[in-house]
């Protein structure tokens, strides 16, 4: 979830402040740490260091950004947000003759 305000941490609209938890599944027959179901983008975050400099895009004002790369990978968490802009963001990436359908070449993933 984020945890700051949309003008950031020091106001100047560069920072975000995140509340993340990483959540370990156990397989019921072994009682270890099951990898099949680790969280991508919560164990990314987990992962990175203090300090870690990441590029962040969400829905501000009408639109959703794609990354600067066209070939970077993206991540969307619907949870708490809600699906729906997810929806039209994906068929508008996907479907719709947009430039960034032509453009686009990494993987999207949609986080439920």
């Not at 949870?79 to 453009?103: D, Y």
């Amino acid at each position: 979830s984020i945890a700051s305000t949309r003008y950031g941490d020091v106001l100047d609209g560069s920072t975000v402040s995140l509340c993340v938890r990483r959540a370990e599944c156990y397989d019921p027959s072994t009682g270890a740490v099951d990898p099949t179901k680790k969280g991508v983008c919560s164990n990314f975050l987990c992962d990175a260091a203090p300090g870690t400099i990441m590029s962040v895009a969400g829905p501000v004002g009408k639109t959703m950004l794609l990354p600067k790369d066209p070939n970077a990978d993206v991540i969307m968490i619907a949870t708490g947000t809600g699906i729906a802009p997810f929806c039209s963001f994906m068929h508008r990436l996907f479907m719709e003759n947009t430039v960034a359908r032509h453009v686009f070449g990494g993987t999207a993933w949609l986080v439920l």
